[in-house]
T-cell receptor, first 112, second 115 residues
Framework: TQLLEQSPQFLSIQEGENLTVYCNSS?????LQWYRQEPGEGPVLLVT?????EVKKLKRLTFQFGDARKDSSLHITAAQPGDTGLYLCAGRSNTGFQKLVFGTGTRLLVSP | DSGVTQTPKHLITATGQRVTLRCSPR?????VYWYQQSLDQGLQFLIQ???????AKGNILERFSAQQFPDLHSELNLSSLELGDSALYFCASSVGGYDSPVGYTFGSGTRLTVV
């Protein structure tokens, strides 16, 4: 079974601070995605990274896929209260049926 | 609105009962995925259908079953319900089945409470 461990599990910061969320596995993934989920809603796709070492930027969010395609990070610059939510990484298996495996999640709270 | 429609939004039922959750995928998407989300287990993959056929099974209990109909909507049937089945159940859809890195589009979920 492929597992994706995210750290930290919980993060409470003040508006304007920077933060990094990590997503780690011992398995190789063909691609990795990041989702954000708000209370009462389903996860919403933020980005997909495919190539090892790939870096993608989405406004104040920077996503990186590890060189070996086993890990990923999400960096948020100058966090805002609107960034509050549950962040989930999800890896697509490198072998067999390529279903998405979701990480354990990081719950972020940004206070004004 | 994500384009994936799930009904009902909330469901409260007693132990031992049977319920059916319904999902309409985003227009054009052929795959439907069912996930269970609980506080201590995170988002767990249950089952996937692609164009009417079952494609993959995850941690789905024998008391649970699903199907995808010709119009591509899907239903998840949960029977002999137990207190531990209380959770959020999400449906997601995607264009392809398994061979492209496209993301999933999730519905807003059905919150099931078993009392």
């Amino acid at each position: 079974t492929q597992l994706l461990e995210q750290s930290p599990q919980f993060l409470s910061i003040q508006e304007g601070e920077n933060l990094t969320v990590y997503c780690n596995s011992s398995s190789v993934f063909s691609s990795l995605q990041w989702y954000r989920q708000e209370p009462g809603e389903g996860p919403v796709l933020l980005v997909t990274v495919v190539t090892g070492g790939e870096v993608k930027k989405l406004k104040r969010l920077t996503f990186q896929f590890g060189d070996a395609r086993k890990d990923s990070s999400l960096h948020i610059t100058a966090a805002q209260p609107g960034d509050t939510g549950l962040y989930l990484c999800a890896g697509r298996s490198n072998t067999g049926f390529q279903k998405l495996v979701f990480g354990t999640g990081t719950r972020l709270l940004v206070s004004p | 609105d994500s384009g994936v429609t799930q009904t009902p939004k909330h469901l409260i039922t007693a132990t031992g009962q049977r319920v059916t959750l319904r999902c309409s995928p985003r227009s054009g998407d052929l795959s439907v995925y069912w996930y269970q989300q609980s506080l201590d287990q995170g988002l767990q993959f249950l089952i996937q259908y692609y164009n009417g056929e079952e494609r993959a099974k995850g941690n789905i209990l024998e008391r649970f079953s699903a199907q995808q109909f010709p119009d591509l909507h899907s239903e998840l049937n949960l029977s002999s319900l137990e207190l531990g089945d209380s959770a959020l159940y999400f449906c997601a859809s995607s264009v392809g089945g398994y061979d492209s890195p496209v993301g999933y589009t999730f519905g807003s979920g059905t919150r099931l409470t078993v009392v």
